[in-house]
């Protein structure tokens, strides 16, 4: 059954309207298109709308990743690491003030580069 704006999974609930919408768009083609499991397609369709919904907004969008030497912060779409720690706890501490002042979104990477948590989207 295709989610509608009045009827989608209970995860969505608390996204934007904008990202929610494009969530309801995104997981009904990886259902009904490309036979995704629902459970699948709720997880990829939010992560991938909030993306979407992000990158149109002209934000800045800041990646907390692994690096040869612990952590790097890296603006998306930039080869340079902005800020390199030891640990991913000191490098967090470091980037949110900076990832604020740019009124950016902050994306926090797992060690497998799976997303952990976003910050500041909306």
Same mark, same amino acid.
């Given at each position: 059954?295709? /989610? +509608?704006q009045?009827?989608?999974? $209970? +995860? /969505?609930k *608390?996204l934007?309207?904008?990202?929610?919408?494009?969530?309801?768009?995104i997981? =009904? %083609? @990886?259902?009904?298109?490309?036979?995704?499991?629902?459970?699948? &397609?709720?997880?990829? %369709?939010?992560?991938? &709308?909030?993306? !979407?919904? =992000?990158l +149109?907004? *002209?934000?800045p969008?800041? $990646?907390?990743t !692994? $690096?040869?030497n612990? /952590?790097? @912060?890296?603006?998306?779409g930039?080869d340079?690491?902005?800020?390199v720690? *030891? !640990? #991913?706890?000191? @490098?967090a501490? #470091?980037?949110?003030?900076h990832?604020? #002042?740019q =009124?950016?979104?902050?994306?926090? $990477?797992?060690?497998?580069?799976?997303?952990?948590? !976003? @910050?500041y989207? +909306?």
């Amino acid at each position: 059954m295709p /989610w +509608s704006q009045k009827d989608y999974p $209970h +995860s /969505w609930k *608390n996204l934007d309207k904008h990202v929610r919408d494009k969530a309801i768009e995104i997981g =009904n %083609a @990886l259902i009904e298109e490309q036979g995704y499991e629902e459970g699948r &397609a709720i997880a990829i %369709a939010t992560e991938q &709308a909030k993306k !979407t919904v =992000n990158l +149109s907004s *002209n934000r800045p969008i800041f $990646h907390i990743t !692994t $690096h040869v030497n612990g /952590w790097q @912060l890296k603006k998306e779409g930039q080869d340079r690491a902005v800020f390199v720690e *030891n !640990t #991913k706890q000191s @490098l967090a501490d #470091k980037a949110k003030p900076h990832v604020t #002042k740019q =009124n950016g979104v902050l994306v926090i $990477h797992r060690e497998d580069d799976t997303i952990e948590q !976003t @910050l500041y989207e +909306s």
